[in-house]
């Protein structure tokens, strides 16, 4: 009745490079029905190669896109860099259920918070609800990967560097939710590396948040 | 007098392949064929294969192999996940006559007859039909399963399940219980509702709490056990669902690690604190509530701190049974490719360990059943000596002079036998 969906008719459309390590993947949609927060199963056609990659565009786009870091001793990442556009893809999904129950009620304050290209899934939401009222928090290292700043209200988007000091924070995720300063929220999302996720769902907890107000999507 | 063709079958690994091939074995014995014991020459070897780890890869290869230098001259059927994950180097296998995948299990019965009545289709033709499977009449189990649903989108980082049981789909509850009906009306005492991530039941809106709540309210004398469960698959009311008399207080939970760092790098949808909360939850709504589970030792970058949390869960939660596993990589998950993969010595320490515990919370639960009674179902009665479990999923021994299985008995427990394997013992009451 049913198996895993590998549609070939996915093709490359762009590849657009926002920072030396970091680069946008667009494709054809081929029908793919989605919502803000899940992610795919992606390769090169015939490289039998798959790693996930949580959607960076809304579904109201009639491409879909991707977010992809380079790894240094990485396979697909490396692979993906070197598509043309023309050339087929081979992707499986769209899976998981992050931020999937996130869609915006009326006076509901959202936290998000997202290390690295964790950022995808919020861009995503965003992209589909300009109106939600949200606070973006994002951990990197250098304010060059603040990815696409310009697609969030100024006053929304949060960078916290913890190198440099171009961020709005200079430091850690961790350490900013330690000072205090950002307003509670009615719910938390957090998407990145698991350590950073372990220690900020910690400083959460402590500060009153409850387990159903906190939802997680790890990234390695 | 016309000879009966013979079909022996072998299962390896979950609850739902045990119930898969129970349902083939109804077909088979419908369409006419005789069933014999899995280990005896057959026309027919249908052998329902597991991937979950390495060992099961490689049990499943030895069941086959054995299956098919048995019955050379036989047909060899092999299904199950192990026929989805290696199908291309099954199907080159000389020996084995059909690979059937998950999709296409419960066609088995009529690819078998074409093949004997001379229209050989390949399975890939057939059409898959993931809950097409025959009501179970003749089981080989005094309790039954109904399959709400298979496949799983959740991708924890360990598990080859998704890559073979496919994406998440579940049953419509008209068919559900539609099911429920069949099998209680062919005397089935016990029903197990039974997939492979059973929490994300989703029939247009309809949850699993409340297809179990519809199951429940159905008519006849007959109880309801859940299979193994997600801790996220329901939310914090389901306890209330227990104090139907139908269901009964046991749950196998999935803990997998003790640690919230562990759990993170699993891809776990909950933490260890929210696990321990649920436990509390259902205990304080019924303090003897059963809970058994799963874990996992030797994730990669398991650390000594987080076996000790995983331990300390255990003790705290009082599992009355932990089924261990030792991390098995998997080719193409998440966690084969993580760096700080524990060492093989390390992880049968680690097993050895929690087996140690498992053994001593089942004795202290034992212990703290004594004096209650049970509403045991009698599975067998041998010398006198009537076997079967509780509601709470303990095995219960007791006497009785009546020989007759599949029936509810009222039991005092009066103690537990001294064994590593032990046995509640009780008297009628």
Request: net charge negative.
């Amino acid at each position: 009745m049913h198996t895993i969906t590998d549609v070939d008719k996915y093709t490359v459309e762009d590849v657009r490079h926002v920072n030396d390590s970091t680069y946008v993947l667009q494709f054809s949609r081929g029908g793919m029905e989605f919502k803000p927060g899940q992610h795919l199963n992606l390769g090169t056609k015939g490289s039998g190669q798959h790693r996930e990659y949580s959607i960076y565009s809304s579904p109201d786009n009639s491409s879909i896109e991707v977010l992809i870091k380079l790894v240094d001793d990485g396979v697909v990442s490396q692979q993906l860099r070197n598509v043309q556009p023309g050339d087929e893809l081979s992707v499986k999904g769209p899976y998981g259920f992050f931020l999937t129950d996130a869609k915006p009620k009326k006076g509901e304050k959202l936290l998000f918070i997202a290390s690295g290209t964790g950022i995808a899934p919020f861009h995503s939401f965003i992209m589909s609800y300009p109106e939600a009222d949200y606070r973006l928090i994002h951990g990197i290292r250098n304010i060059n990967e603040a990815y696409d700043r310009e697609h969030y209200k100024a006053d929304r988007y949060f960078a916290c560097t913890s190198r440099g000091n171009k961020g709005d924070f200079n430091g850690r995720i961790t350490d900013y939710l330690l000072s205090g300063q950002e307003k509670k929220a009615d719910k938390v999302y957090l998407c990145g590396n698991s350590s950073m996720i372990y220690d900020a769902m910690d400083i959460l907890r402590a500060q009153g948040y409850r387990h159903d107000q906190l939802f997680t999507e790890v990234y390695f | 007098m016309k000879v009966l063709k013979t079909v022996a079958f072998k299962t390896l690994g979950c609850r739902l392949n045990q119930f898969e091939t129970d349902a083939l074995v109804t077909g088979f014995h419908n369409a006419g064929y005789h069933v014999v014991e899995g280990d005896e020459k057959a026309d027919v070897t249908v052998i329902n294969t597991c991937t979950v780890t390495n060992q099961s890869d490689q049990k499943s290869r030895h069941t086959i192999n054995h299956a098919a230098a048995k019955n050379r001259d036989g047909l060899v059927v092999v299904t199950g996940c192990m026929a989805d994950n290696y199908k291309e180097k099954l199907e080159g296998q000389e020996q084995i006559t059909y690979v059937v995948d998950n999709d296409r299990k419960s066609q088995i019965v009529e690819l078998v007859n074409g093949h004997f009545t001379g229209e050989i289709i390949h399975p890939d033709k057939m059409m898959g039909d993931r809950f097409g499977f025959d009501t179970v009449q003749k089981s080989l189990h005094t309790r039954t399963s109904v399959k709400i649903q298979d496949g799983c989108d959740n991708f924890c980082t360990f598990c080859i399940i998704p890559s073979v049981r496919g994406r998440a789909v579940s049953r419509p509850v008209k068919d559900v219980l539609d099911n429920v009906r069949r099998v209680v009306d062919n005397g089935f005492k016990e029903v197990v509702i039974t997939g492979v991530n059973i929490g994300r039941y989703d029939d247009e809106g309809l949850t699993f709490e409340n297809v179990v709540e519809q199951v429940l309210e159905l008519p006849g004398d007959f109880r309801v056990r859940i299979s193994s469960l997600e801790p996220d698959g329901f939310s914090e009311d389901f306890h209330q669902l227990f104090s139907h008399p139908k269901l009964a207080p046991h749950l196998h939970l999935c803990l997998q690690s003790g640690s919230g760092e562990i759990l993170l790098k699993m891809r776990r949808m909950y933490s260890a604190n929210y696990f321990m909360e649920t436990v509390e939850r259902f205990r304080k709504a019924i303090p003897d509530f059963n809970f058994t589970t799963d874990v996992i030792v030797g994730f990669p970058g398991e650390t000594d701190d987080d076996f000790q949390k995983t331990v300390d869960f255990i003790r705290e939660a009082k599992f009355s049974h932990v089924h261990t596993f030792r991390f098995s990589r998997r080719t193409g998950t998440r966690a084969d490719r993580m760096k700080e993969q524990v060492s093989g010595k390390v992880m049968a320490e680690r097993s050895e360990v929690i087996r140690k515990i498992s053994e001593e919370n089942r004795h202290a639960y034992m212990h703290s059943m004594q004096g209650k009674e049970q509403r045991v179902l009698i599975e067998k009665v041998a010398g006198g000596m009537a076997s079967g479990y509780g509601e709470h999923y303990m095995p219960v021994a007791f006497a009785v002079e009546d020989p007759t299985t599949n029936r509810f008995e009222q039991v005092r427990l009066t103690g537990t036998t001294p064994s590593a394997d032990p046995v509640m013992q009780g008297t009628l009451i």
